[in-house]
Nanobody, 123 residues
Framework: QVQLVESGGGLVQAGGSLRLSCAASGRTFSSYAMGWFRQAPGKEREFVAAISRFGSTTTYADSVKDRFTILRDNANITVYLEMNSLKPEDTAVYYC????????????????WGQGTQVTVSS
């Protein structure tokens, strides 16, 4: 079982940067692909990025490609989302998730979720 705790959200001006962290507990962290999702007010949750078990493969939503980078540190059981050139439309609660690659990237679902961290981008 995996428990996930996100941090690093906050208020930033458009064009700025933030780095989100997701700390995991449990010895099985490297057994799972990791993903970031977000949900804006009044909208459905959407996929943002995913990274494979050992970090060799990543994938991104088109809306964040070339601006966001997902990284993982299996030694410290943490996954990161580096966000640059932030836009007001990136405002959302960001969630980290763990599951198998095909589940996260194919279904938009996951077996394990964090509690979320708020990111607000002002114009």
């Amino acid at each position: 079982q995996v428990q996930l705790v996100e941090s690093g959200g906050g208020l930033v001006q458009a064009g700025g940067s933030l780095r989100l962290s997701c700390a995991a507990s449990g010895r099985t962290f490297s057994s799972y692909a990791m993903g970031w999702f977000r949900q804006a007010p009044g909208k459905e949750r959407e996929f943002v990025a995913a990274i494979s078990r050992f970090g060799s493969t990543t994938t991104y939503a088109d809306s964040v490609k070339d601006r966001f980078t997902i990284l993982r540190d299996n030694a410290n059981i943490t996954v990161y989302l580096e966000m640059n050139s932030l836009k007001p439309e990136d405002t959302a609660v960001y969630y980290c998730a763990a599951d198998h690659w095909v589940v996260i990237t194919g279904t938009g679902k996951a077996g394990y979720w964090g509690q979320g961290t708020q990111v607000t981008v002002s114009s």
